[in-house]
């Protein structure tokens, strides 16, 4: 079997999960961010990660997925400034949402698996989103301290007990 872990990150979260996946996987195995992708032939599971961005996955994670993902073997991963386990039922709905726009964005792939957690918003990150002037992104940055040090060890072990649920479930 043949693995490829790809990734879009802009402030490293996501590196971060696709590096514990990819050291967790077994056997023949290649990392590298999605603009250095060619293709997906060849490989037998592509785990492909991307932050959410605007409730949504960014464009470059779309137009990857559509043009190169269709018909093949995904495994996707997300972060995001969502708290998990929060009991906070508009929490919980917009994440739900976020994640259902992930899951669409996949349609034409056989996806295999969705693994999520939460990612620091840095403080650029934040005081952009704060620059916005949209709401929604406004109540985001007011979040950065919820979200410090996401990933943690924790996340970041499940995301490799993650990769090798999906690989032993497509062996
Ligand atoms: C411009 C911008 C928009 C964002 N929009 C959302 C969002 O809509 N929902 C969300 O849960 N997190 C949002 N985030 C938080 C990021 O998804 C989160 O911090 C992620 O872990 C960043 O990953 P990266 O370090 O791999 O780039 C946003 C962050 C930025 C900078």
């Given at each position: 079997m043949k693995y490829l872990v790809t990734y879009l990150s802009h402030t490293g979260n996501t590196r971060k999960v696709a590096e514990a996946m990819f050291d967790a996987?077994?056997?023949?195995?290649i990392i590298k961010p999605i603009e250095e992708v060619v293709t997906l032939d060849g490989f037998d599971i592509a785990f492909v990660g991307f932050p959410v961005m605007q409730f949504s996955p960014p464009r470059a994670a779309?137009?990857?997925l559509k043009n190169h993902a269709a018909g093949k073997k995904i495994a996707v991963f997300v972060t995001h400034a969502m708290p998990t386990g929060s009991d906070d039922l508009g929490q919980q709905s917009m994440l739900a949402k976020e994640l259902e726009k992930c899951r669409s964005a996949?349609?034409?792939?056989?996806?295999?698996?969705?693994?999520?957690?939460?990612?620091?918003?840095?403080e650029k990150s934040a005081n952009e989103l704060m620059a916005s002037n949209i709401a929604m992104?406004?109540?985001?940055?007011?979040?950065r301290p919820l979200t410090a040090g996401h990933p943690d060890q924790g996340e970041l072990e499940l995301a490799r007990s993650f990769a090798l649920a999906v690989v032993s479930a497509s062996c």
């Open positions: 996987l077994p056997g023949e195995k779309r137009e990857f996949c349609i034409k792939s056989d996806l295999l698996g969705l693994f999520h957690c939460q990612g620091e918003l840095s992104l406004m109540e985001f940055a007011a979040m």
